[in-house]
């Protein structure tokens, strides 16, 4: 640990992040464009990742069930139990109502996450009825609003996915390829979707992650360290300056194990809190280096998951090329922010590192390959895997 309180590094005097203007993030809202030149500018700035750690320097709002069951009366007619779930940033509960239906409320005071609310109910409502994956629906309030605003409390209701999250299901070939098809169907979807907030502070935004490489001081030092500054290196030097010549669109931006569901009707996809107006590949990138688990194979077994998603959106030849330089900084964006976060609020430091020794894990697979290396074996998958390699399980 570096002092005792890290809340006082020097990159966290940040003060509130509601302070920015529309000039500041370059924030058009209602648009679904940023300059053509520079589609990240925005989010590459100081202003924005000032923003987007304040927001993550803070822990949830503290609303007791008592409180949360008054707003589904007021704003939904409904009554039932109400039982705090995990989460990061906005509270998340579960609702049980007497006739038997679970849902999800999502609460929050802090007046950033109003913006968050929107673009998240937004983009769950503009989803219905897509083929090809499942999302969850949202439920309108008495007023026939997706949201509600009251007292300085602000919140959604939606429905609750019943199914086996990805990272407890057993990771087949097949599994994956489903899941990156229905990942593209999913992008697919999004693309079309004209929802609010899409350029709102996001830490996991790549406009961010040239900056994070402040918080390596948070990382145990060795290897895992040594393979975070390579991959961010890479990133900036080789990745990000051709970033602004594939497509973008609104994409989900956290299609992590815990956030895709295995349902009897398909993938589900939940928690839309990070979405943002990014690469498409991004979506792709993040999905495939959660699952990259086996050392015997080039991706670690992200090969079918890659495969399924091209078998519904090819990636042009750049795109092929910069994924595992994606995959590697998406990885390391995870580790950085994970261990600083960790620091912050140490109580909850078990559930904040969920995903990171599967990002250690994978990144220590995938450093090795080079540009071309990673390249070759991305156009390797897109040829060479099909829903038919179903036999036996991914890694250990």
């Keep these: 640990m570096k002092g005792n309180d890290p809340r006082q590094a020097r990159s966290f005097k940040l003060g509130v992040c509601n302070d920015l203007t529309e000039d500041d993030l370059g924030h058009r809202e209602g648009s679904q464009a940023l300059d053509a030149g520079s589609p990240f500018s925005a989010a590459s700035s100081e202003a924005y990742f000032r923003a987007a750690t304040a927001i993550l320097a803070t822990q949830p709002s503290a609303i007791g069930a008592e409180r949360s069951a008054e707003l589904l009366r007021h704003h939904y007619g409904l009554t039932g139990s109400v039982a705090t779930l995990s989460s990061e940033v906005e509270r998340t509960e579960e609702v049980n109502l007497s006739d038997g239906r679970r849902l999800i409320l999502k609460t929050s005071t802090r007046s950033e996450t109003i913006d968050s609310f929107r673009f998240q109910a937004a983009a769950i409502d503009g ?115 051709q970033l602004s010549n594939v497509a973008w669109q609104v994409t989900h931006n956290d299609p992590s194990p815990f956030n895709i569901l295995v349902t009897d009707n398909g993938m589900g996809f939940i928690d839309f809190g990070d979405g943002c107006w990014s690469p498409r590949i991004q979506d792709l990138a993040i999905a495939a280096s959660h699952v990259v688990k086996d050392p015997t194979t080039a991706l670690g077994g992200a090969e079918y998951l890659i495969a399924g998603y091209a078998s519904v959106i090819p990636l042009s030849a750049l795109e092929a090329r910069l994924l595992v330089g994606l995959m590697r900084a998406r990885q390391s964006a995870l580790i950085l922010i994970n261990y600083w976060r960790s620091h912050l609020f140490p109580a909850d430091a078990q559930y904040i590192k969920k995903n990171v020794p599967r990002a250690e894990h994978g990144l220590s697979i995938l450093t090795p390959l080079s540009v071309d290396e990673g390249e070759a074996a991305v156009l390797a998958a897109m040829s060479s895997f099909h829903p038919s390699c179903n036999a036996g399980s991914i890694g250990p």
């Design 127 to 241: 989803l219905q009825g897509a083929p090809g994956f499942i999302a969850p629906e949202i439920l309108r309030t008495s007023g026939d609003t997706l949201m509600f605003e009251e007292e300085g409390i602000c919140g959604y209701l939606q429905t609750r996915i019943e199914g086996v999250p990805l990272h407890q299901a057993s990771i087949t070939p097949d599994l994956l390829f489903r899941t990156g098809s229905a990942l593209a169907r999913l992008n697919l979807a999004l693309g079309l979707v004209n929802v609010p907030a899409i350029h709102r502070p996001i830490l996991l935004h790549v406009g961010c992650w040239p900056r994070l490489m402040e918080l390596n001081e948070y990382l145990p030092s060795g290897r895992i360290a040594d393979h975070v500054r390579v991959a961010m290196d890479n990133y900036v030097e080789r990745v990000e300056p």
